[in-house]
């Protein structure tokens, strides 16, 4: 696992790759996204990053969350008239939004899906990214 100073040094060189500083801020609001991996929505990090920064408002918190969006750091998730959520893998992958519990599952799709998807475009198009949601409930299990 990376240490302390090398996910800094990562999270700097993006930052500084999009001509953005590295803040104290910037960092706590990716660490809290990446600690739980549970697709929080800005109120819910602004809740995390208060316990370990009390100072932090939420203006900030979205002022950051925008930041590093547009640095490619994080994705949003949109789900229809859901709060937006905020997902650190940037891997081509979907979304599983369980409709019992609320949570949002992560689903690998193999690369061939992808590529089929991007066929199915008409002439002349092409997509720069694939959203693809997927909502339901876990199936009961069987015996």
């Keep these: 696992m990376s240490t302390q100073s090398e996910k800094h040094a990562v ?29 929080p929505t800005a109120d819910e990090i602004f809740a995390r990053v208060k316990a370990q920064m009390p100072t932090i408002s939420l203006a900030t918190v979205y002022n950051c969350l925008e930041t590093l969006v547009g640095c490619g750091i994080v994705r949003q998730v949109n789900l229809e008239r859901a709060p937006t959520r905020y997902c ?10 369980d409709e019992q519990s609320g949570k949002i599952h992560d ?37």
């Design 88 to 97: 650190p893998n940037l891997h081509e992958h979907a979304h599983f939004h």
């Design 107 to 143: 689903v690998d799709l193999p690369a061939e899906i992808m590529t089929r998807l991007r066929e199915v475009l008409p002439p002349g198009f092409q997509a720069s990214s694939i959203e693809l949601n997927f909502r339901g409930s876990a199936k009961p299990a069987t015996s």
């Design 11 to 39: 999270l700097s060189e993006r930052l500084k790759s999009c001509d953005v500083r590295p803040t104290p801020q910037r960092e706590v609001v990716l660490k809290v996204i990446l600690e739980k991996r549970d697709h």
